[in-house]
């Protein structure tokens, strides 16, 4: 999919879609995260294991390394909150202001942001971010 940057960015939507998905599905995301063309951050993922438990432990079985959210991603993510009129408010729905940090990840990239599609069109209000849903990103491969 060469017209969005990469790597992708998998928000807390994405992941929970990853371990709801088949699994021919799941092992296209296990190969692009072996092969560094997924980052899943620490924070995102630990605020899914809080919000689905159930689905995070579909997971654990899957060996794979997440980043870390660092400053710049902070400062970032605060820049965007002050100055976009996205439409998710400054905090996300669990509130960790999780949409914002995968936000102010993804414009540290440029890194393209895999969602659902309910959230696409939230994350498509902040300028300059590219995005698609977890189906778009499976039906590229």
Same mark, same amino acid.
């Given at each position: 999919?060469?017209?969005?940057?990469?790597?992708?960015?998998?928000?807390? @939507?994405? =992941?929970?879609?990853? #371990?709801?998905?088949?699994?021919?599905?799941?092992?296209?995301?296990?190969?692009?995260?072996? @092969?560094?063309?997924?980052?899943?951050?620490?924070?995102?993922?630990?605020?899914?294991?809080?919000?689905?438990?159930?689905?995070? #432990?579909? $997971?654990?079985?899957?060996?794979?390394?997440?980043?870390?959210?660092?400053? %710049?991603?902070? $400062?970032?993510?605060?820049? $965007?909150? %002050? #100055?976009?009129?996205?439409?998710?408010?400054?905090?996300?729905?669990?509130?960790?202001?999780? %949409?914002?940090?995968?936000?102010? =990840?993804?414009?540290?990239?440029?890194?393209? =942001?895999?969602?659902?599609?309910?959230?696409?069109?939230?994350?498509?209000?902040?300028?300059? $971010? #590219?995005?698609?849903?977890?189906? %778009?990103?499976?039906?590229?491969?």
């Amino acid at each position: 999919m060469p017209e969005y940057p990469t790597p992708f960015v998998f928000d807390l @939507q994405a =992941i929970r879609l990853w #371990s709801e998905a088949s699994g021919n599905e799941a092992q296209v995301v296990q190969s692009d995260l072996e @092969q560094g063309q997924i980052l899943i951050f620490n924070r995102v993922f630990n605020e899914f294991a809080k919000v689905y438990p159930d689905n995070a #432990s579909n $997971l654990s079985g899957n060996a794979f390394s997440k980043k870390r959210v660092v400053e %710049e991603h902070r $400062l970032a993510a605060a820049a $965007l909150a %002050e #100055s976009s009129n996205a439409t998710f408010g400054r905090k996300g729905p669990y509130d960790q202001c999780i %949409e914002w940090c995968v936000a102010g =990840i993804a414009c540290c990239g440029p890194y393209t =942001i895999v969602t659902d599609a309910r959230r696409k069109p939230m994350y498509q209000n902040v300028n300059g $971010l #590219s995005v698609i849903t977890f189906e %778009e990103y499976l039906n590229s491969h």
